[in-house]
């Protein structure tokens, strides 16, 4: 029999991870939730621009009387968007027991924000102005999911938009033991006769309509958000965004690591990975490479794109809609970007690729982690931090001595000017100031440079935000030379 204060310890530890289990699951069902929300939440905008339209003098209707079909092919792309993301909660198997949220009456009162990063922190300005303008709650009736399935069906099909998608599950390429989404993720879909996607007989609980929130619409965004990094990690219209940010760290990589062997490959870890792709092209290079990652927002869909895609070019989607500002024509604001531009499965993914879902701090401080990396990859991640010395303190703490730190962003801090949360920590560091914190962790630059490139940008917009962004490789001197050295 344990002594009483060490049944109370074990009593108190065990109530905490209850308390955090529930506040994930709150948090994951707030995320569920936004992404059903995305059909509603973007029909209302097209009913604002109805309404705006409505007011027109008739002499001026007359001018845009293309404009009725305008609003009648944005619903439809709508649908085709709303199409997709169903599929892909469909596929999503929640690393957490759902239902023991599911007599939530549907109004929101979380006790701290859900887990999902800084997903639109680099994003430039929508029609919304930003991605975080508006914050407010609204409880009302949820809405029928599986009716706007079928709609999204239905408007696939009068768009003859081909789309194949075999019975068989996806293969799991991220089967990591710490990767619980990627593991979980490999659920079956259903086609009819023609490869389409059909709504499964047993929908899962957690889609019912009953256990839809109702969210504010700065979560509907961050859906909008991650659509567009589908574009940059995903389509080939975002090829040449990756090639500004991506190319120059796999240069360097393969510079720094030339002759890899099977047999003991380098390991890399790429924290703040998005959708993924940066760590599976890495992974093509040869390297044990993981990918870190704490929103769900990006988890749920890089683990759809990695463990389902049956073929290149599956999906369909319309990214440009939500904002009519800056857009040449219509067309370019209507038009279709297919993703994914490869079939993951068939990319040259070597053995050990994982996506780690959780905190980079939490996961990364454990003491199992010390010296375990031979690079650590960064892009437009290090600006995420409450604290960046504490990231550059934790990225020196698991690089092996002599690892390589390779880093690409701007200093955009996310919790910078957060007006009215003040108690929010944010510590906001010149790239000058960077870069001594990173000499007193031990490192030594190599490489530095300006990289200008943007970020989710519509390539076809008329308002393009650039960054001057710092790329860096920086060497963990090993111990014994920094000793040398002081
Ligand atoms: C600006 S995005 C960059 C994504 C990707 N590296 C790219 O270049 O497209 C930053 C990412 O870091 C993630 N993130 C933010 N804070 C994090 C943390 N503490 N641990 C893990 N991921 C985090 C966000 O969810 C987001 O996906």
């Known amino acids: 029999m344990k002594p009483r204060q060490e049944q109370e310890e074990d009593e108190e530890r065990l109530r905490q991870r209850k308390l955090e289990e529930s506040l994930e699951i709150k948090s994951l069902r707030r995320i569920i939730s936004a992404y059903l929300n995305y059909p509603e939440a973007a029909e209302e905008d097209v009913k604002r621009y109805e309404r705006s339209f409505r007011k027109l003098p008739p ?189 120059p760290i796999l240069e360097e990589l393969n510079s720094l690591f030339p002759s890899l062997c099977n047999k003991s490959p380098p390991t890399c870890l790429v924290p703040g990975a998005g959708l993924g792709r940066l760590a599976l092209e890495i992974s093509c290079l ?83 982690q010390v010296g375990v990396w031979d690079a650590v990859v960064t892009c437009f991640f290090i600006d995420t931090a409450h604290n960046i010395v504490e990231y550059i303190e934790i990225i020196s703490r698991i690089l092996k001595d002599g690892g390589v730190w390779i880093n690409l962003g701007p200093l955009l801090y996310h919790f910078a000017d957060m007006y009215g949360q003040e108690d929010e920590m944010s510590i906001e560091l010149s790239l000058e100031d960077v870069k001594c914190v990173a000499f007193h962790y031990g490192f030594e630059v190599e490489k530095e440079k300006t990289i200008e490139t943007t970020y989710t940008t519509n390539p076809r917009s008329m308002m393009q935000n650039r960054y001057f962004a710092a790329f860096w490789t920086m060497r963990k001197k090993s111990a014994a030379a920094e000793k040398h050295s002081t």
Request: glycine share 8%; proline share 6%; net charge negative.
């Open 59 to 247: 002499s001026h209707k007359g001018l845009l009387s293309h404009y009725p079909l305008k609003f009648q092919r944005l619903r439809r792309c709508i649908s085709i968007n709303s199409y997709f993301i169903f599929s892909m909660l469909q596929a999503f198997e929640p690393p957490l027991d759902m239902s023991q949220d599911i007599d939530d009456c549907g109004e929101l009162h979380f006790e701290r924000p859900p887990n999902d990063g800084n997903v639109c922190s680099h994003e430039s300005t929508t029609a919304r102005g930003s991605c975080s303008k508006l914050d407010e709650a609204c409880c009302g009736e949820p809405s029928n999911v599986m009716s706007k399935l079928a709609e999204g069906l239905t408007a696939i099909e009068e768009m003859q938009i081909e789309g194949c998608h075999g019975s068989d599950a996806g293969s799991c390429l991220a089967g990591e033991e710490n990767n619980k989404m990627a593991a979980e993720c490999c659920g079956n879909h259903v086609s009819d006769s023609n490869g389409n996607v059909m709504v499964p007989s047993s929908p899962r609980d957690w889609l019912d309509p009953s256990f839809q929130l109702h969210v504010p619409l700065v979560d509907v965004d961050k859906v909008r958000c991650v659509i567009r990094n589908i574009v940059r990690d995903w389509a080939a219209e975002g090829q040449k965004e990756r090639d500004q940010c991506y190319k």
């Open 286 to 368: 040869g390297f044990v490479s993981q990918g870190n990652e704490f929103s769900y927002y990006m988890m749920i869909c890089s683990s759809f794109i990695l463990n389902q895609t049956q073929n290149a070019g599956e999906w369909t989607i319309y990214p440009w809609i939500h904002s009519n500002c800056n857009s040449l024509s219509d067309s370019d604001q209507l038009r279709p970007v297919s993703f994914p531009d490869i079939h993951p499965a068939s990319a040259g993914i070597t053995e050990g690729f994982s996506m780690c879902g959780g905190d980079f701090v939490e996961v990364y401080s454990d003491p199992s």
